[in-house]
């Protein structure tokens, strides 16, 4: 399973640190809100191509 999704989501290392950092700043940013669902709702408008 992990070899397919390999296939199908072209992700390398760089793609994947700098998702990483910007949920970071995302969650900086939010410190301080108890809504666990407007968080990933500010992840999924900080990454709109990703689904």
Same mark, same amino acid.
């Given at each position: /399973?992990?070899?397919? /999704?390999?296939?199908?989501?072209?992700?390398n290392t760089?793609?994947?640190?700098?998702?990483?950092?910007?949920?970071k700043v995302?969650?900086?940013? /939010?410190?301080?809100?108890?809504?666990?669902a407007y968080?990933?709702?500010?992840?999924? /408008?900080?990454?709109?191509?990703?689904?």
């Open positions: /399973a992990g070899i397919a /999704a390999a296939t199908v989501w072209r992700l760089s793609v994947l640190e700098g998702i990483n950092n910007r949920i995302i969650k900086r940013m /939010a410190y301080g809100f108890r809504d666990d968080f990933f709702l500010k992840i999924r /408008a900080a990454f709109p191509g990703i689904p």
